[in-house]
């Protein structure tokens, strides 16, 4: 049955393969599109690093909230002595981590 299943899918990705395989390369179509008009400027526009930065350290921060959210729920199933330690803990390094980000100025969108 194994076998089967397994020539069934290699047979299946050949045949998409296959049948998707474009080698049309138009010149039209790998130029970027604005509109139905040349682009008036260059498509590839330089990339704002500290954007990326903001970015970045928001979504650590986000994935921390969703940690700390079931630390509610989680004192009445466990000990409450290793919960306060923990939850402590982690408190402080979040906090540890906002001030280095806050003292090294990454926080600051304008300089």
């Known amino acids: ?3 089967i299943i397994l020539s069934i ?9 296959l049948l998707s395989f474009k080698n049309i390369e138009d010149r039209e179509k790998l130029s970027p599109f604005e509109c139905g008009f040349d682009p008036m ?10 954007f990326f930065l ?11 909230i969703a940690l700390i959210l079931p630390m509610t729920i989680i004192p009445f199933n466990s000990n409450m ?3 306060t330690i923990t939850s ?4 402080i390094i979040l906090i540890l981590g906002l ?3 806050w003292n090294h100025g990454s926080l600051e969108w304008a300089t």
């Open 1 to 3: 049955m194994a076998i």
């Open 9 to 17: 899918s290699i047979i299946v990705m050949i045949l998409t393969n």
């Open 41 to 50: 400027s260059s498509s590839r526009l330089p990339f704002s690093l500290r």
């Open 54 to 64: 903001i970015a970045v350290i928001f979504l650590i921060f986000d994935v921390e």
């Open 81 to 83: 002595m290793e919960w």
């Open 88 to 91: 402590m803990s982690f408190l």
């Open 99 to 101: 001030y280095h980000e």
